[in-house]
């Protein structure tokens, strides 16, 4: 058997046993060939990019850039003790990454392509089996520095990768390496606190974060959204906390120390289980047009969809959903958040509703709609609803009437009793949002 036809049987073999393409298993196997792997290298995680990559032993996940600095992703960078990297007090070598999934990627890369400023010059290359382009900057007037980026699509994912140094020499060969050591793969939903990119949250909704993850570390316990919650308690600055307060949820009546006591416990290796790394990257992040801030966390907390828990804690002081939801939303209004909108009534967010019936002034959602035809058709109330019958007559200064009609009889609201809808333009919405659910 010759090399050649040997060397095409692993490679069958290795596209059978993994799935990829034919020329994807084949590029995997020559990389190998030519680098073997070396001890010098870990490999670094981050879970939820899909992506992984050997790093040289010396490099760490570093945390600073998790605070919304210069570029917005995790970055890891090489570290004083041990580098074979010259010079550690004036150089820099860093890898920032990105995934975006919001972005039509294949476009994203052809529209990177042909970017007529001509800042970069284009390199078709492979990077983790997939086809890539290498951007160099055009007019590198600094010798010594450098700096390249990769841009590809995989799964319909886009993802950016950005390597700079101000050792051109020392660490080409090193990004050469690692580039090479991409892998690319399905983003997972359990990992390290550390490997979490939190790109969109606000550094406010970081701190919480970290915090609540501390206070789990701290107890031996699971990270879930009870320590969320406790941290957005304990949090100083943030609508939460303020919200919080008003409802007299304080770090005293928590029994929690407002400082955290982080000595000893690297946080960024603290496990995230796959509930709570779903309300991080998935359930906040949802409420937030860009950035994740402390009310959008609570909203996450508060959502019947939350799996990771968390509002036990302080219903444990006698403050129930509803109540916390109501002050939340008038907060939240009070701060014009235009991805906010919640039912008039119950003052739950959109999001959490299967829909929403607007008026020139206020919106009612199904669940409360459907009370209300619960109501009048004699049935069972619904749990968790605090739509009721309207029985205070007509008050002075408050216009109590239908939203929707402007009928005055037969009206429902629920506390603080500022809007109100009749009987009929309930039942005839509820019907209609029956049948869009039926069909
Ligand atoms: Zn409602
Ligand atoms: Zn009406």
Redesign the pocket.
Same mark, same amino acid.
């Given at each position: 058997m010759t090399v050649d036809k040997h060397f095409k049987r692993l490679v069958r073999a290795r596209a059978a046993r993994t799935g990829e393409s034919y020329t994807a298993a084949r590029w995997r196997l020559r990389r190998a060939a030519a680098n073997p792997s070396k001890a010098t290298t870990k490999r670094a995680k981050l879970a939820d990019l899909g992506l992984s990559v050997a790093i040289p032993e010396t490099w760490h996940r570093v945390t600073h850039s998790m605070w919304g600095q210069s570029y917005p992703a995790l970055h890891y960078e090489v570290t004083k003790n041990g580098s074979r990297l010259a010079d550690l007090e004036l150089n820099s070598h860093r890898l920032g990454s990105v995934r975006d999934p919001a972005r039509a990627a294949a476009e994203a890369v052809e529209r990177a392509r042909s970017d007529p400023s001509a800042r970069f010059e284009y390199t078709d290359t492979m990077l983790g089996g997939t086809p890539a382009i290498r951007l160099d900057p055009a007019n590198n007037r600094q010798p010594q520095a450098s700096e390249r980026h990769y841009c590809l699509a995989h799964n319909d994912h886009l993802f950016i990768l950005r390597f700079t140094t101000t050792d051109r020499r020392a660490c080409d060969p090193v990004f050469d390496q690692m580039a090479a050591s991409i892998e690319l793969g399905d983003a997972s939903d359990e990992c390290l606190l550390g490997e979490l990119s939190m790109t969109d949250y606000a550094p406010a909704s970081i701190e919480c974060v970290l915090i609540g993850a501390l206070m789990a570390a701290q107890k031996g316990e699971d990270f879930s959204g009870r320590h969320l919650l406790a941290a957005l308690v304990l949090g100083d600055s943030g609508i939460a906390a303020s919200v919080l307060r008003t409802l007299d949820v304080t770090p005293e009546r928590l029994g929690r120390q407002a400082r955290v006591d982080d000595s000893g416990i690297a946080f960024l290796e603290i496990p995230v289980p796959a509930a709570t790394f779903e309300l991080l990257t998935q359930l906040m992040p949802g409420y937030a047009l860009e950035t994740v801030r402390t009310h959008h966390a609570l909203l996450g907390i508060l959502s019947p969809r939350n799996p990771a828990g968390g509002l036990e804690l302080v219903e444990g002081l006698g403050v129930d959903a509803i109540q916390m939801r109501t002050a939340l939303a008038d907060r939240i209004a009070y701060e014009n958040d235009a991805s906010c909108v919640f &039912?008039s009534? &119950?003052r739950?967010p959109a999001l959490d509703?299967a829909q929403m019936t607007p008026n020139r002034f206020s919106q009612?959602?199904n669940? &409360?709609t459907a009370a209300c035809a619960a109501m009048i058709h004699g049935r069972r109330p619904l749990p968790d609803n605090p739509m009721d019958r309207y029985t205070g007559g007509k008050r002075a200064g408050l216009f109590t009437a239908c939203g929707y009609c402007g009928a005055d009889e037969d009206l429902y609201t629920a506390p603080p009793q500022t809007r109100f809808i009749c009987g009929v333009c309930a039942v005839r919405i509820d019907e209609t949002t029956t049948r869009a659910d039926g069909q």
């Open positions: &039912c009534f &119950c739950k509703v009612i959602c669940e &409360c």
